[in-house]
Nanobody, 114 residues
Framework: HVQLVESGGGSVQAGGNPTLSCATP????????MGWFRQAPGKEREGVAT??????YYHASVQGRFTISQDKAKNTVDLQMDRVNAEDTAVYIC??????????WGQGTQVTVS
């Protein structure tokens, strides 16, 4: 069983710079496609950012504001979110594995921007 544990969510003011972290105790992030997805109320889940072998992808709405990175020493995948706005309010979910980084899922962490 692959467990992904998110942390760092909560309430943040618009313009803030929160960081989300995904702990992956059962796998080495560098060997898998890792990603962050989000789901806002009434909307479909969407891919925010992915990383695999130092190649990254970002959704157009976060390009230039969010940065995904791997901390190999800590076995975590982090999402640095800069200049957040109300449209970034969502449950953020860590995912890993598979061709599209969607084989394993975390429980999610709420980010509310006000």
């Amino acid at each position: 069983h692959v467990q992904l544990v998110e942390s760092g969510g909560g309430s943040v003011q618009a313009g803030g710079n929160p960081t989300l972290s995904c702990a992956t105790p059962a796998l080495t992030p560098s060997g898998y496609c890792m990603g962050w997805f989000r789901q806002a109320p009434g909307k479909e889940r969407e891919g925010v950012a992915t990383i695999y072998d130092d190649s990254t992808y970002y959704h157009a709405s976060v390009q230039g504001r969010f940065t995904i990175s791997q901390d190999k020493a800590k076995n975590t995948v982090d999402l640095q979110m800069d200049r957040v706005n109300a449209e970034d309010t969502a449950v953020y979910i860590c995912a890993a594995g598979g061709t599209f980084c969607d084989q394993y899922w975390g429980q999610g962490t709420q980010v509310t921007v006000s």
